[in-house]
């Protein structure tokens, strides 16, 4: 499955993902395509088996904070949207932690992965005025992400703008132990630069936390020899803002079946509100350190086939005014394509065919009765051109000769405008570009 993994239809972001038996599980928010604001009043979760990360199950809602013409309410009390949960196992029961928007944080209870979760309680805690008056973002505890030790022990990290650190009572999940309670656990000044999205885990003898910094569309990533700290900043593994519209990010470290896995979203539809589940391959080094990897269109594949059709929104690289946008829950494209825009993908491998000197790449058009010219490089925006085409008018599908290509590249589409007359508008929306395929 190739980044986004989910169908085009589906807007999960803030991804928490966790393998629960024979299957991997994606808990995170839901997105409204085109909303302008972000998540929604209901969490969804999917899954996928461990050995077939090519097809995802929707599991329908598991959380609620308002009713709906099927699911009722999850909570007693008035509540806005959730963001940002996450889901642990502990002694054969799973527990979501919600993040209900400006209100006070939930527990649930499921004997299944996917729920649905029935509610436990707000979080507990004792105040003896010892407790600052910001505690956990004021018990809304934003964005939590859970730890369960080797012991069985169970911690809470969350924040925004502050971070926080807690260690939940054994023998009652949703009770927080007095005097565990760590503020800026990840500070908020250089180099760790703090704000959001807390997702820990355990690595061998090693404590991580994977967070959104400051800057936004990046995760960094922090260890420690103990769950509460403190803890050392050791990067960056991802920047959805290379080459992209970027957005906020949120996401966290998943191993399945020995290779890990960065899981986190990007935006669509033109909107930091509109983001869509993605995923790339990352190595933990023998130190335990992380090298930043770069965003591609591979998802949980190894390489992209050229000779079977791609679908155009799977562009790892969107530079200019262009952007993915749903059309229907069937179709996703890149649109609003204007004069110097730059689309990109990495990686497709051609094999080591040698027995021709050309092929041809047809690729699908969504015309807007404009005249402009697509060039294809490989490698680099600019590459190697091995074709380029003109086009006018409509819909249409080019037909371009290609040289024999081989091995392992990135693809790069940029489009120029190729106007009629000198008083036509500057800046103009030439086509939308759907699909394209290799032909030998």
Same mark, same amino acid.
């Given at each position: 499955?190739?980044?986004?993994? $989910? ?5 999960? %972001? ?7 038996? =024979? ?9 409204? %395509? ?26 329908? /809602?598991?959380?609620?904070?308002? /009713? ?7 909570? %007693?009390?008035?509540?806005?949207? +959730?963001? #940002? ?16 928007? &400006?209100?006070?944080?939930? @527990? ?16 507990? &805690?004792?105040?003896?005025? =010892? ?19 080797? =012991?069985?022990?169970? &911690? ?15 023998? /009652? ?21 703090? &704000?959001? #999205? ?23 990533? #922090?260890?420690?020899?103990? %769950? +509460? ?23 966290? $470290? ?35 350190? *992380? ?48 004069? !110097?825009?730059? @689309? ?16 041809? *790449? ?15 490089? $490989?490698? =680099?925006?600019? !590459? ?5 085409? !003109? ?19 990135? +693809? ?29």
């Amino acid at each position: 499955m190739a980044n986004p993994i $989910l169908p085009v239809w589906e807007h999960i %972001p803030d991804g928490e993902p966790r393998v629960f038996g =024979d299957r991997v599980y994606l808990y995170g928010s839901h997105d409204r %395509p085109y909303s302008d604001s972000f998540c929604d009043i209901k969490l969804k979760v999917w899954s996928a088996s461990v050995n077939d990360l090519d097809h995802w199950v929707c599991h329908g /809602d598991s959380f609620h904070v308002k /009713d709906d013409e099927d699911h009722k309410s999850s909570v %007693p009390w008035e509540a806005r949207e +959730l963001y #940002a949960p996450d889901v642990v196992e502990k002694d054969g029961k799973y527990y979501l932690f919600a993040y209900l928007f &400006y209100s006070k944080g939930a @527990i649930g209870v499921s004997d299944r992965p996917e729920g649905p979760f029935k509610l436990i309680d707000t979080y507990q &805690y004792e105040d003896k005025g =010892d407790l600052p008056e910001d505690f956990c973002n004021n018990g809304v505890f934003v964005d939590p992400g859970v730890l369960v030790d080797d =012991d069985g022990s169970v &911690y809470v990290y969350c924040g925004f703008e502050w971070s926080y650190g807690v260690k939940m009572s054994s023998g /009652d999940i949703t009770r927080v132990l007095p005097e565990t309670y760590v503020k800026d656990i990840l500070p908020a000044k250089e180099p760790f630069r703090f &704000y959001e #999205a807390c997702s820990p885990r355990k690595i061998g003898n090693t404590y991580y936390i994977v967070y959104s910094p400051r800057r936004g569309s990046c995760l960094d990533y #922090a260890t420690s020899d103990s %769950p +509460l700290g403190p803890y050392t900043y050791r990067g960056t593994i991802i920047d959805n803002g290379i080459d992209y519209p970027g957005g906020n990010n949120h996401g966290g $470290l998943c191993c399945i079946n020995g290779q890990w896995y960065i899981f986190y979203h990007r935006t669509s539809n033109k909107t930091v509100f509109s983001r869509q589940a993605c995923v790339e391959r990352v190595d933990i080094q023998p130190d335990g350190t *992380i090298r930043q990897v770069e965003m591609t269109s591979l998802g949980f594949q190894s390489s992209l086939d050229p000779y079977e059709v791609t679908s155009a929104h799977i562009a790892c690289v969107l530079k200019g005014n262009c952007c993915t946008k749903l059309m229907d829950p069937m179709t996703a494209v890149v649109a609003d394509i204007m004069s !110097g825009d730059v @689309i990109g993908y990495k990686y497709f491998d051609f094999g080591d065919d040698f027995s021709a000197t050309s092929m041809k *790449i047809a690729l699908q058009l969504r015309g807007n009765g404009e005249r402009g010219r697509v060039c294809v490089l $490989l490698d =680099d925006e600019n !590459g190697e051109e091995i074709a380029n085409s !003109g086009f006018e008018g409509g819909d249409q599908m080019l037909t371009m000769k290609v040289r024999n290509i081989t091995g392992r590249h990135a +693809l790069y589409f940029v489009f120029r405008d190729e106007r009629k007359h000198p008083w036509d508008p500057a800046e103009r929306v030439l086509c939308a570009m759907e699909r394209f395929v290799f032909m030998k």
